[in-house]
Nanobody, 121 residues
Framework: QVQLVESGGGLVQPGGSLRLSCAASGSILRINIMGWYRQAPGKQRELVATITSGGNTNYTDSLKGRFTISRDNAKNTVYLQMNSLKPEDTAVYYC???????????????WGQGTQVTVSS
C-alpha cells in the first residue's frame, strides 16, 4: 500500500505565507509526477501545480509568482510554498502522486486526505 500524508495547513491572515508538505510512504518503487490540487467550498477540484521527478514544474496561470512547488526525491516528499495568500486561496489542498508500487507493473495515482488552508483576518 501507498499513503500520502499532507501537513502544514492552517489559518493565516491575508498576505501571509504557508508551506504545505506531502510525504509518500509504503511500497514505492518509483514516483513520477507529484502535484497539488485544491477544492474550495462549492467548487470543483482544480490544479495548483505539478512537478516531475526531474524537477519540471507546471502551474495554474493565476497562481504563478505566488506559489512554488518543489520536491525531495530522496524523501518522496513534495512541498508547496504559498506566499501573499488571499481569501480566495481558502480551500482544502490535496496532494497527488503517480506511483509505481513494487506490486504493480504500472503507475497508479494516489491522493492524500487533504489539508485545510483558511485565509482570513
Amino acid at each position: 500500500q501507498v499513503q500520502l500524508v499532507e501537513s502544514g495547513g492552517g489559518l493565516v491572515q491575508p498576505g501571509g505565507s504557508l508551506r504545505l508538505s506531502c510525504a509518500a510512504s509504503g511500497s514505492i518503487l518509483r514516483i513520477n509526477i507529484m502535484g497539488w490540487y485544491r477544492q474550495a467550498p462549492g467548487k470543483q477540484r482544480e490544479l495548483v501545480a505539478t512537478i516531475t521527478s526531474g524537477g519540471n514544474t507546471n502551474y495554474t496561470d493565476s497562481l504563478k509568482g505566488r506559489f512554488t512547488i518543489s520536491r525531495d526525491n530522496a524523501k518522496n516528499t513534495v512541498y508547496l510554498q504559498m506566499n501573499s495568500l488571499k481569501p480566495e486561496d481558502t480551500a482544502v489542498y490535496y496532494c497527488n502522486a503517480d506511483v509505481r508500487p513494487y506490486t504493480s507493473w504500472r503507475f497508479v495515482s494516489y491522493w492524500g486526505q487533504g489539508t485545510q488552508v483558511t485565509v482570513s483576518s
